[in-house]
């Protein structure tokens, strides 16, 4: 079956620019992640949402970063007012349950270069 | 609050020798630890998952991890490094904090390099 996929695979902006990024998880996965990998380093949790409960927005970095999932399907993740700091691949995973240790499901990432 | 260090930023093996990619965690719970493996240019894939059951878990590709309280590790190993095992492997935990949302803490990484 389909994994779960990421759009755009690249996107090169100017910094001052919004940009939107879109992930269409696995179908049925009730829960859906985003992460943000930089240049040589592990991945950092950035918003977590599960079913239709609030999402957890804890790993966001700053108020310029927002993302919307519409049931349980796609989630979209906007970065306003981009920095040169927010270059990074952009990592999407979808999960079949939202608590406990389940797989999580990683899409190929958008990597994202601001300049 | 759960964390993961990895011992090592780069391994370098000859193929056909054994691997070994250290990690440690922290938890104040039961943890539930991972290894993904990342190649150049795709995505993460899991190696294997400690979820409490055997302290010895079996994964892909003939990979395999040891839990071990009392040292606070979840090293990964393989017998023999095949070339197709360089790539880029994360040690992770998942956080079982309150609200128990799953969400996955990666450690920095360790880049393995097999040489011919």
Redesign the interface.
Known sequence: GAGVSQSPSNKVTEKGKDVELRCDPISGHT?L?W?RQRL??????LI?F?GNSAP?KS?LPSDRFSAERTGESVSTLTIQRTQQEDSAVY?C?S?S????????Y????TRLTVT | AQSVTQLDSHVSVSEGTPVLLRCNYSSSYSPSLFWYVQHPNKGLQLLLKYTSAATLVKGINGFEAEFKKSETSFHLTKPSAHMSDAAEYFCVVSDLGSGNTGKLIFGQGTTLQVKP
């Not at chain 1, 040589?40 to 949790?45: M, N």
């Not at chain 1, 990683?106 to 990432?109: N, R, T, V």
């Open positions: 829960a992640y992460y040589g380093q592990g991945l950092e949790f977590y599960q957890d790993g990592l995973a999960s349950a939202g608590t406990g240790p389940y797989e999580q990683f899409g190929p990432g």
